[in-house]
Protein backbone atom coordinates (compact mmCIF):
# COMPACT_ATOMS: atom_id res chain seq x y z
CA UNK A 1 0.00 0.00 0.00
CA UNK A 2 1.34 3.50 -0.79
CA UNK A 3 2.43 6.12 1.95
CA UNK A 4 -0.48 7.98 1.46
CA UNK A 5 -2.87 5.64 1.19
CA UNK A 6 -1.81 3.89 4.96
CA UNK A 7 -0.81 7.93 5.96
CA UNK A 8 -5.10 8.90 4.88
CA UNK A 9 -5.89 5.87 7.05
CA UNK A 10 -4.18 6.95 9.98
CA UNK A 11 -5.39 10.82 9.34
CA UNK A 12 -8.91 9.31 9.28
CA UNK A 13 -8.73 7.21 12.57
CA UNK A 14 -7.49 10.54 14.35
CA UNK A 15 -10.91 12.42 12.81
CA UNK A 16 -9.57 13.98 10.22
CA UNK A 17 -12.89 14.86 7.48
CA UNK A 18 -11.02 14.98 4.75
CA UNK A 19 -9.19 11.88 4.48
CA UNK A 20 -12.67 9.96 5.31
CA UNK A 21 -13.85 11.50 2.10
CA UNK A 22 -11.09 10.80 0.29
CA UNK A 23 -11.27 7.31 1.94
CA UNK A 24 -14.65 6.89 0.12
CA UNK A 25 -13.30 7.92 -3.10
CA UNK A 26 -10.93 4.88 -3.04
CA UNK A 27 -13.62 3.00 -2.68
CA UNK A 28 -16.17 4.38 -4.79
CA UNK A 29 -13.27 4.04 -7.27
CA UNK A 30 -12.62 0.47 -6.56
CA UNK A 31 -8.78 1.03 -5.94
CA UNK A 32 -6.79 -1.86 -5.36
CA UNK A 33 -5.86 -0.26 -2.25
CA UNK A 34 -9.01 -1.09 -0.48
CA UNK A 35 -8.69 -4.13 0.59
CA UNK A 36 -5.53 -3.01 2.31
CA UNK A 37 -7.81 -0.06 3.59
CA UNK A 38 -10.49 -2.50 5.32
CA UNK A 39 -7.77 -4.35 7.20
CA UNK A 40 -6.07 -1.79 8.64
CA UNK A 41 -9.39 -0.22 10.03
CA UNK A 42 -10.93 -3.91 10.90
CA UNK A 43 -10.02 -3.34 14.69
CA UNK A 44 -12.00 -0.17 15.32
CA UNK A 45 -15.27 -1.17 12.91
CA UNK A 46 -18.46 -3.11 14.91
CA UNK A 47 -19.22 0.02 17.43
CA UNK A 48 -21.60 1.47 15.20
CA UNK A 49 -24.79 1.07 14.95
CA UNK A 50 -26.65 0.54 11.55
CA UNK A 51 -30.07 2.14 10.61
CA UNK A 52 -31.41 1.13 7.21
CA UNK A 53 -34.16 3.47 5.75
CA UNK A 54 -35.46 2.41 2.29
CA UNK A 55 -39.11 2.96 0.30
CA UNK A 56 -39.82 3.70 -2.94
CA UNK A 57 -38.93 6.94 -4.73
CA UNK A 58 -39.76 10.16 -3.05
CA UNK A 59 -41.25 8.90 -0.20
CA UNK A 60 -39.89 10.70 2.12
CA UNK A 61 -36.87 9.15 2.87
CA UNK A 62 -34.33 11.56 3.07
CA UNK A 63 -37.00 14.13 5.46
CA UNK A 64 -37.23 11.47 7.79
CA UNK A 65 -33.36 10.91 8.00
CA UNK A 66 -33.18 14.49 8.21
CA UNK A 67 -35.22 14.42 11.52
CA UNK A 68 -33.75 11.50 12.63
CA UNK A 69 -30.08 12.70 13.07
CA UNK A 70 -31.40 16.22 14.51
CA UNK A 71 -33.30 13.67 17.36
CA UNK A 72 -29.64 11.85 17.74
CA UNK A 73 -27.70 14.65 17.71
CA UNK A 74 -29.92 15.78 20.45
CA UNK A 75 -28.54 12.76 22.39
CA UNK A 76 -25.15 13.69 21.73
CA UNK A 77 -25.01 10.70 19.59
CA UNK A 78 -22.65 11.03 16.57
CA UNK A 79 -23.77 10.47 12.62
CA UNK A 80 -22.72 9.03 9.61
CA UNK A 81 -25.13 8.74 6.50
CA UNK A 82 -25.15 7.10 3.01
CA UNK A 83 -27.55 7.72 0.57
CA UNK A 84 -27.78 5.10 -1.74
CA UNK A 85 -29.59 5.74 -5.25
CA UNK A 86 -29.18 2.16 -7.16
CA UNK A 87 -31.58 3.29 -9.80
CA UNK A 88 -29.08 6.57 -11.35
CA UNK A 89 -26.10 5.88 -12.80
CA UNK A 90 -25.29 9.31 -11.73
CA UNK A 91 -24.38 11.48 -9.04
CA UNK A 92 -27.68 13.50 -9.94
CA UNK A 93 -31.03 14.92 -8.96
CA UNK A 94 -31.52 12.97 -6.04
CA UNK A 95 -28.15 13.30 -4.60
CA UNK A 96 -28.76 16.92 -5.10
CA UNK A 97 -32.22 17.11 -3.29
CA UNK A 98 -30.31 14.69 -0.28
CA UNK A 99 -28.11 17.65 -0.23
CA UNK A 100 -30.58 20.53 0.49
CA UNK A 101 -32.66 18.46 3.00
CA UNK A 102 -29.93 17.75 5.27
CA UNK A 103 -27.93 20.80 4.89
CA UNK A 104 -28.99 22.00 8.29
CA UNK A 105 -26.55 19.41 9.49
CA UNK A 106 -23.69 19.67 6.63
CA UNK A 107 -21.68 22.20 8.90
CA UNK A 108 -21.79 19.94 12.02
CA UNK A 109 -18.67 17.74 13.02
CA UNK A 110 -20.63 15.25 14.12
CA UNK A 111 -22.63 14.60 11.40
CA UNK A 112 -20.80 13.14 8.24
CA UNK A 113 -22.93 12.95 4.61
CA UNK A 114 -21.95 11.00 1.83
CA UNK A 115 -24.38 10.17 -1.51
CA UNK A 116 -23.73 7.63 -3.45
CA UNK A 117 -25.38 5.82 -6.95
CA UNK A 118 -24.43 3.45 -9.29
CA UNK A 119 -21.11 3.33 -11.68
CA UNK A 120 -20.73 0.23 -13.18
CA UNK A 121 -22.26 -2.82 -11.85
CA UNK A 122 -25.14 -2.96 -9.59
CA UNK A 123 -23.70 -5.85 -7.45
CA UNK A 124 -20.36 -3.15 -6.66
CA UNK A 125 -22.94 -0.80 -5.26
CA UNK A 126 -23.83 -3.07 -2.42
CA UNK A 127 -20.46 -4.06 -1.91
CA UNK A 128 -19.03 -0.45 -2.28
CA UNK A 129 -22.18 0.73 0.71
CA UNK A 130 -20.67 -1.85 3.04
CA UNK A 131 -17.24 -0.54 2.94
CA UNK A 132 -18.59 3.14 3.73
CA UNK A 133 -20.55 1.92 6.35
CA UNK A 134 -17.20 0.58 7.78
CA UNK A 135 -15.16 3.57 6.82
CA UNK A 136 -17.75 5.51 9.15
CA UNK A 137 -18.12 3.15 11.73
CA UNK A 138 -14.11 3.09 11.96
CA UNK A 139 -14.10 6.84 12.19
CA UNK A 140 -15.99 6.74 14.95
CA UNK A 141 -19.70 7.48 13.94
CA UNK A 142 -22.27 5.95 16.82
CA UNK A 143 -24.32 5.74 14.41
CA UNK A 144 -24.53 5.27 10.66
CA UNK A 145 -27.86 5.84 8.51
CA UNK A 146 -28.01 4.09 5.03
CA UNK A 147 -30.65 6.01 2.99
CA UNK A 148 -31.79 3.48 -0.27
CA UNK A 149 -34.57 3.49 -3.32
CA UNK A 150 -36.84 1.58 -3.81
CA UNK A 151 -36.66 -2.92 -2.83
CA UNK A 152 -35.21 -4.69 -6.11
CA UNK A 153 -32.43 -7.13 -5.88
CA UNK A 154 -29.87 -4.87 -4.46
CA UNK A 155 -31.58 -2.98 -2.52
CA UNK A 156 -32.10 -5.84 -0.77
CA UNK A 157 -29.05 -6.39 -0.47
CA UNK A 158 -27.66 -2.86 0.53
CA UNK A 159 -30.47 -2.56 3.45
CA UNK A 160 -29.43 -6.23 4.32
CA UNK A 161 -26.47 -4.49 6.30
CA UNK A 162 -28.27 -2.58 8.85
CA UNK A 163 -29.23 -3.90 12.35
CA UNK A 164 -32.31 -2.17 12.28
CA UNK A 165 -34.64 -1.57 8.89
CA UNK A 166 -37.80 1.38 8.70
CA UNK A 167 -39.57 0.66 5.60
CA UNK A 168 -41.16 3.84 4.07
CA UNK A 169 -44.51 3.93 2.16
CA UNK A 170 -46.67 6.44 1.19
CA UNK A 171 -50.60 6.32 0.37
CA UNK A 172 -50.15 6.21 -3.24
CA UNK A 173 -47.67 3.19 -2.96
CA UNK A 174 -51.05 0.79 -1.89
CA UNK A 175 -50.54 -0.30 -4.97
CA UNK A 176 -46.68 -1.01 -5.03
CA UNK A 177 -47.17 -2.46 -1.57
CA UNK A 178 -48.92 -5.57 -3.59
CA UNK A 179 -45.76 -6.81 -5.51
CA UNK A 180 -43.13 -5.88 -3.31
CA UNK A 181 -44.72 -7.80 -0.51
CA UNK A 182 -42.05 -10.41 0.10
CA UNK A 183 -38.95 -8.02 -0.36
CA UNK A 184 -40.93 -5.93 1.80
CA UNK A 185 -41.19 -8.48 4.70
CA UNK A 186 -37.62 -9.75 4.47
CA UNK A 187 -36.42 -6.40 5.59
CA UNK A 188 -38.68 -4.33 7.70
CA UNK A 189 -38.28 -4.12 11.34
CA UNK A 190 -40.60 -1.26 11.53
CA UNK A 191 -43.12 0.19 8.50
CA UNK A 192 -43.74 3.56 8.64
CA UNK A 193 -46.21 5.48 6.74
CA UNK A 194 -45.00 8.70 5.88
CA UNK A 195 -47.58 11.65 4.28
CA UNK A 196 -49.82 10.72 6.65
CA UNK A 197 -51.72 13.85 5.91
CA UNK A 198 -52.65 12.68 2.47
CA UNK A 199 -55.59 10.55 1.65
CA UNK A 200 -55.43 6.49 2.11
CA UNK A 201 -52.98 6.74 4.82
CA UNK A 202 -54.61 5.27 7.14
CA UNK A 203 -56.21 2.49 4.68
CA UNK A 204 -52.57 1.86 3.98
CA UNK A 205 -51.37 1.27 7.92
CA UNK A 206 -54.58 -0.88 8.14
CA UNK A 207 -53.47 -3.10 5.15
CA UNK A 208 -49.74 -3.34 6.50
CA UNK A 209 -51.03 -4.28 9.90
CA UNK A 210 -53.14 -7.25 7.87
CA UNK A 211 -50.13 -8.25 6.18
CA UNK A 212 -47.46 -8.19 9.34
CA UNK A 213 -50.32 -10.02 11.02
CA UNK A 214 -50.77 -12.94 8.28
CA UNK A 215 -46.73 -12.89 8.27
CA UNK A 216 -45.82 -13.30 11.86
CA UNK A 217 -44.33 -16.49 11.28
CA UNK A 218 -42.52 -15.87 8.15
CA UNK A 219 -38.70 -16.18 8.15
CA UNK A 220 -37.76 -12.75 9.55
CA UNK A 221 -40.18 -12.44 11.74
CA UNK A 222 -39.55 -16.15 13.40
CA UNK A 223 -35.67 -14.60 13.77
CA UNK A 224 -36.74 -11.97 16.01
CA UNK A 225 -39.09 -13.63 18.80
CA UNK A 226 -40.54 -10.73 20.75
CA UNK A 227 -40.92 -8.07 18.06
CA UNK A 228 -44.25 -7.91 15.65
CA UNK A 229 -43.57 -5.06 13.30
CA UNK A 230 -44.84 -1.75 14.32
CA UNK A 231 -47.00 0.27 11.74
CA UNK A 232 -46.30 4.10 12.56
CA UNK A 233 -47.45 7.02 11.02
CA UNK A 234 -44.97 10.14 10.16
CA UNK A 235 -45.40 13.51 8.34
CA UNK A 236 -42.14 14.23 7.87
CA UNK A 237 -42.10 17.61 6.60
CA UNK A 238 -43.58 18.92 10.10
CA UNK A 239 -41.74 15.98 12.15
CA UNK A 240 -45.21 15.11 13.79
CA UNK A 241 -44.42 11.15 14.50
CA UNK A 242 -40.91 11.54 14.48
CA UNK A 243 -40.55 11.08 18.01
CA UNK A 244 -42.51 7.90 17.94
CA UNK A 245 -40.67 6.42 15.01
CA UNK A 246 -37.53 6.73 16.91
CA UNK A 247 -38.77 5.74 19.83
CA UNK A 248 -39.35 2.02 18.05
CA UNK A 249 -36.25 2.19 16.76
CA UNK A 250 -34.75 2.42 19.56
CA UNK A 251 -37.07 -0.07 21.37
CA UNK A 252 -36.18 -2.18 18.10
CA UNK A 253 -32.40 -1.84 18.81
CA UNK A 254 -33.12 -2.58 22.53
CA UNK A 255 -34.52 -5.79 22.14
CA UNK A 256 -32.06 -7.03 19.36
CA UNK A 257 -29.70 -6.25 22.07
CA UNK A 258 -30.46 -7.96 24.81
CA UNK A 259 -31.62 -11.03 23.03
CA UNK A 260 -28.66 -11.99 21.26
CA UNK A 261 -30.15 -11.23 17.80
CA UNK A 262 -28.09 -8.16 17.30
CA UNK A 263 -24.63 -10.48 17.19
CA UNK A 264 -26.57 -13.30 15.19
CA UNK A 265 -27.82 -10.69 12.33
CA UNK A 266 -23.92 -9.25 12.57
CA UNK A 267 -22.70 -12.61 12.10
CA UNK A 268 -25.16 -13.38 9.10
CA UNK A 269 -23.33 -10.50 7.79
CA UNK A 270 -20.01 -11.30 7.94
CA UNK A 271 -20.83 -14.99 6.88
CA UNK A 272 -22.62 -13.47 3.63
CA UNK A 273 -19.43 -10.93 3.46
CA UNK A 274 -16.99 -13.69 3.51
CA UNK A 275 -18.73 -15.45 0.85
CA UNK A 276 -19.36 -12.91 -1.74
CA UNK A 277 -15.34 -11.88 -1.17
CA UNK A 278 -14.15 -15.06 -2.16
CA UNK A 279 -16.82 -15.72 -4.95
CA UNK A 280 -15.37 -12.60 -5.95
CA UNK A 281 -12.09 -13.39 -5.87
CA UNK A 282 -12.59 -16.44 -7.51
CA UNK A 283 -14.79 -14.79 -10.63
CA UNK A 284 -11.92 -12.70 -10.85
CA UNK A 285 -9.26 -15.42 -10.95
CA UNK A 286 -10.80 -17.49 -13.29
CA UNK A 287 -11.78 -14.64 -15.50
CA UNK A 288 -8.07 -13.74 -15.52
CA UNK A 289 -6.86 -17.28 -16.45
CA UNK A 290 -9.40 -18.82 -19.12
CA UNK A 291 -8.03 -17.06 -21.70
CA UNK A 292 -4.09 -16.99 -20.46
CA UNK A 293 -4.26 -20.24 -19.26
CA UNK A 294 -3.01 -23.08 -21.94
CA UNK A 295 -4.87 -25.72 -20.08
CA UNK A 296 -8.34 -23.48 -19.56
CA UNK A 297 -8.02 -21.50 -22.72
CA UNK A 298 -8.16 -24.96 -24.83
CA UNK A 299 -11.09 -25.70 -23.31
CA UNK A 300 -12.79 -21.98 -23.86
CA UNK A 301 -11.41 -22.81 -27.76
CA UNK A 302 -13.79 -25.96 -27.43
CA UNK A 303 -16.87 -24.97 -25.82
CA UNK A 304 -16.59 -21.43 -28.26
CA UNK A 305 -16.48 -23.82 -31.79
CA UNK A 306 -19.51 -25.81 -29.78
CA UNK A 307 -17.53 -28.61 -29.87
CA UNK A 308 -17.83 -29.48 -26.82
CA UNK A 309 -20.72 -28.57 -24.25
CA UNK A 310 -19.73 -26.40 -21.45
CA UNK A 311 -20.92 -28.68 -18.97
CA UNK A 312 -18.63 -31.46 -19.83
CA UNK A 313 -15.93 -28.79 -19.71
CA UNK A 314 -16.90 -27.82 -16.14
CA UNK A 315 -16.73 -31.49 -15.14
CA UNK A 316 -13.69 -31.94 -16.69
CA UNK A 317 -11.95 -28.78 -15.41
CA UNK A 318 -12.78 -29.68 -11.99
CA UNK A 319 -12.17 -33.12 -11.79
CA UNK A 320 -8.65 -32.99 -13.69
CA UNK A 321 -7.46 -30.06 -11.14
CA UNK A 322 -7.04 -27.78 -14.24
CA UNK A 323 -8.82 -25.19 -11.94
CA UNK A 324 -8.82 -23.95 -9.15
CA UNK A 325 -4.61 -24.72 -9.13
CA UNK A 326 -3.33 -25.02 -5.44
CA UNK A 327 -1.37 -21.98 -4.59
CA UNK A 328 2.30 -22.12 -5.77
N1 LIG B 1 -47.15 16.14 1.95
C1 LIG B 1 -46.03 15.64 2.44
N2 LIG B 1 -44.89 15.74 1.71
C2 LIG B 1 -43.77 15.21 2.22
C3 LIG B 1 -43.75 14.55 3.49
N3 LIG B 1 -42.50 14.11 3.70
C4 LIG B 1 -41.76 14.47 2.63
N4 LIG B 1 -42.53 15.14 1.73
C5 LIG B 1 -42.09 15.70 0.45
O1 LIG B 1 -41.87 14.66 -0.47
C6 LIG B 1 -40.82 15.01 -1.38
C7 LIG B 1 -39.77 13.91 -1.41
O2 LIG B 1 -39.11 13.88 -0.14
P1 LIG B 1 -37.68 13.21 0.04
O3 LIG B 1 -37.38 13.26 1.49
O4 LIG B 1 -36.70 13.76 -0.90
O5 LIG B 1 -38.02 11.73 -0.41
P2 LIG B 1 -37.00 10.55 -0.70
O6 LIG B 1 -37.72 9.31 -0.40
O7 LIG B 1 -35.71 10.79 0.01
O8 LIG B 1 -36.76 10.71 -2.25
P3 LIG B 1 -35.67 9.96 -3.15
O9 LIG B 1 -34.39 9.92 -2.37
O10 LIG B 1 -35.59 10.80 -4.37
O11 LIG B 1 -36.23 8.60 -3.42
C8 LIG B 1 -40.28 16.34 -0.91
O12 LIG B 1 -40.84 17.35 -1.68
C9 LIG B 1 -40.76 16.42 0.53
O13 LIG B 1 -40.91 17.74 0.97
C10 LIG B 1 -44.98 14.48 4.23
O14 LIG B 1 -45.05 13.94 5.34
N5 LIG B 1 -46.07 15.03 3.66
MG1 LIG C 1 -33.70 10.77 -0.74
Known sequence: MSESGLALVDRMLEGDR???????TLVENRS?????VMRRIHPRTGRAYALGVTGPPGSGKSTLVDKLIALLRREGASVGIVAVDPTSPFTGGAVLGDRIRMQAHALDPGVFIRSM???????????????VLKLLDAFGMDWVLVETVGVGQTELDIIKLADTTVVVLVPES???IQTMKAGLLEVADIFCVNKADRDGAQHLVAELRFMVHLHREGRHAAQQPGWEIPVLTTRAVEGAGLDELFGEIRRHRELLETSGTLEARRQARRRR?????IVQELRREVEGQLEADGALAGYLEQVLSGALDPY???AEILAKGIWPRPAP
Not at 18 to 24: F, G, Q, T, V, Y
Not at 32 to 36: A, G, K, N, R, T
Not at 273 to 277: D, F, K, Q
Open 32 to 36: PLVPE
Open 117 to 131: ATRGSLGGLARATRE
Open 174 to 176: GDA
Open 18 to 24: LALARLI
Open 312 to 314: SAV
Open 273 to 277: ELYEL
